[in-house]
């Protein structure tokens, strides 16, 4: 009796623990479901009955929306790309060398608050006439993915065998060789883990692309910040928008939580 | 040539080799190192000379010195601005911590669908923070929103939320606790899973309850972890923007605005670059100061 009333406590806090989480995003999608007279409805209305599609529609018919999709696709894919390319390399390179001192610098990128790096950046885009594309808030978004790539990759390098590399450059391999045959090859989980974490930061950001963003270059969460500012009370499109916005990157964590939670514990990454 | 002096030879040569190749390593670290040089380390050095500067966009600039910092010491919008960033601070490290701790005892249980409760535990953190800001506007409108609702179901009066003076950073670090407390859960989990066993086993031998194994046992061990975390936290909570850029902008009036807020508007509002900069200096050095003291906190704890 008292081991099955534990249980059932047991079991409670748990789903207190998650209910939270669980609530936050239903509630979401309930409000993206539901006409605006149930949304501004008091008692609110719960269950979207019937549930609609409108609000979708709504969104999707601005075609603007789309565009700022494609536009943070392109942005996370290549910040995303380009950390990759030059963060495994130095990932390596600082665990081949034990440069903790590097790997210190790193950290620092970590503390620094996004908003300190926008000032110069802003100023030297603008100088190059480089504001009005997508390039200034691809460049920034490095800021966020190359540290967590090279932050991954050091701890996971470091967490291989050394003797395969070893007996490569023994048999007349260079240490490119090594590398790119050997190591990496050993090192995709890795490499993995940086890919879902520098992409998932990359798309939540918002910081660098509100201040860098000309009205064709937004990325979609600052799209979704300036429906709210223009449209104040149409609950049903913007939350819908919300959701649309969120999605990809609730799918991923779904997808790959092992991974996820693997390169967040490594280093305690996050975005700037 | 004998096969002995070919075998040292070859020795040697790999020695050499390997020694040689600890500097040819450099060239895998060059390229990254000249992306951070450029994105990174650069605006560092920009922002402390733009500092100097009374700059205001679009007007010439004009050499000031220190003028800035000293127009600082005595702004008073600025100073409230920084009492409100260690207050908004402070509540949102101790709840995640708290709430944190509570959660990663109840994931190192063993327990049916622990694997899918974990993962729906740890989807705010990875959530987009401007989407689910949103959402949280909504909830909190004082007329319409749920959770004046939710307060009137449970017989407590309803909260203005963001749009009071009093309650906006306690609201705002409701939103920030829903967000962050999973990645504390994270860290520390990571350490529940990697204390030793013996003291437990000695502990149950002895007869000792919950309360104190946790107590004399858990809590002492997790110590570094829970120091770790404390650091991730506090640098995190310092530069929060996002969601109180997004939920309240810095009000009703300046209410919210935290050092981070103000930057934004000094910055990229009224374009006072020069000043804005002296901001950013105090701002980072304060992070700093208060990362460099908690890993200095985090050597002392260390078993």
New interface residues.
């Given amino acids: 009796m008292k081991r099955l009333l534990s249980r059932i406590g047991?079991?409670l806090?748990?789903l207190l623990?998650?209910s939270?989480?669980?609530l936050?995003?239903l509630?979401?999608l309930s409000?993206s479901l539901k006409n605006e007279l149930d949304n501004?409805?008091?008692?609110?209305v719960f269950i979207p009955s019937p549930p609609t599609l409108d609000n979708y529609a709504e969104v999707f018919a601005r075609n603007d929306f789309l565009l700022y999709a494609w536009n943070s696709v392109i942005v996370s894919f290549s910040a995303t790309f380009?950390a990759l390319?030059?963060?495994v390399?130095?990932g390596?390179?600082?665990a081949?060398?034990r440069?903790t001192r590097?790997a210190g610098?790193?950290l620092i990128?970590?503390?620094?608050?996004?908003?300190?790096?926008?000032?110069?950046?802003?100023?030297?885009f603008q100088w190059l006439g480089l504001t009005g594309t997508l390039a200034p808030i691809i460049?920034?978004h490095?800021?966020i993915t190359?540290p967590i790539v090279?932050w991954v990759m050091i701890s996971f390098f470091e967490g291989l065998p050394g003797e395969l590399e070893?007996a490569a450059?023994?048999d007349g391999a260079t240490?490119w060789q090594a590398?790119r045959h050997v190591a990496m090859p050993l090192a995709r989980p890795g490499i993995t883990v940086a890919c879902i974490l520098s992409f998932?930061f990359s798309?939540?950001n918002?910081?660098f692309a509100?201040?860098l963003a000309g009205r064709e270059t937004r990325t979609?969460?600052?799209a979704?910040?300036n429906m709210?500012t223009f449209e104040q009370i149409s609950?049903g499109p913007?939350?819908a928008a919300?959701?649309l916005?969120?999605a990809p990157?609730?799918l991923?964590?779904?997808l790959a939580?092992k991974q996820?939670?693997a390169g967040?514990?490594a280093g305690?990454v996050?975005g700037? | 040539m004998s096969s002995a002096t070919a075998l040292e030879q070859a020795a040697a040569t790999t020695e050499r080799r390997r020694r040689n190749y600890a500097r040819h390593y450099m060239w895998f670290v060059v390229p990254a190192a000249v992306a951070v040089l450029g994105t990174i380390l650069f605006p560092w050095v920009f922002t402390l000379y733009v500092s100097a500067f009374d700059w205001r966009l679009g007007s010439p600039r004009e050499f000031v010195g220190f003028a800035n910092y000293t127009k600082l010491f005595t702004d008073e919008r600025f100073g409230f601005a920084l009492l409100r960033t260690l207050y908004y601070t402070a509540l949102s490290v101790v709840f995640p911590l708290i709430l944190g701790l509570a959660a990663a005892l109840i994931f190192n249980q063993k327990f049916p669908l622990r694997g899918l409760a974990r993962t729906i535990f740890i989807l705010p953190m990875m959530a987009t923070p401007v989407a689910v800001a949103l959402v949280w506007t909504m909830m909190f409108h004082p007329q319409l929103g749920v959770l004046n609702w939710l307060l009137q179901q449970v017989g407590i009066p309803p909260s203005m939320w963001v749009y009071h003076a009093d309650s906006v950073i306690p609201t705002l670090v409701l939103v920030e606790v829903w967000h962050w407390t999973p990645l504390v859960m994270l860290l520390l989990l990571g350490g529940l899973a990697a204390l030793p066993i013996d003291p437990y086993e000695a502990a149950k031998i002895d007869g000792a309850t919950p309360l104190q194994v946790f107590r004399y046992i858990t809590l002492p061990l997790l110590a570094p972890y829970l120091v770790v975390a404390l650091i991730i936290r506090t640098i995190d909570a310092l530069k929060a923007f996002d969601t109180i850029y997004v939920i309240t902008q810095g009000g009703p009036g300046s209410a919210s605005e935290t050092i981070n807020i103000y930057l934004y508007l000094q910055a990229f509002a009224f374009y006072n670059m020069g000043y804005a900069s002296a901001v950013v200096v105090v701002f980072f050095a304060l992070i700093l100061t208060l990362a460099a003291l908690l890993m200095w906190t985090r050597e002392r704890v260390k078993p």
Avoid: C, D, H
């Avoid at chain 1, 501004?40 to 609110?44: D, E, H, K, Q």
């Avoid at chain 1, 990128?109 to 030297?124: E, K, N, Q, V």
């Fill in positions: 047991f079991a806090s748990v623990l998650i939270p989480a669980i936050i995003f509630w979401m409000l501004t409805a008091f008692p609110p380009i390319l030059l963060g390399p130095a390596y390179g600082i081949k060398m440069a590097l610098l790193i990128a970590r503390i620094t608050p996004g908003l300190s790096y926008l000032i110069p950046l802003f100023l030297m460049i920034t490095l800021v190359l090279v070893e450059l023994v240490i590398f998932i798309w939540n918002f910081i509100v201040v979609l969460p600052v979704v910040n709210l609950w913007l939350s919300a959701l916005v969120t990157v609730l991923l964590t779904l939580q996820i939670v967040l514990t305690g996050k700037a």
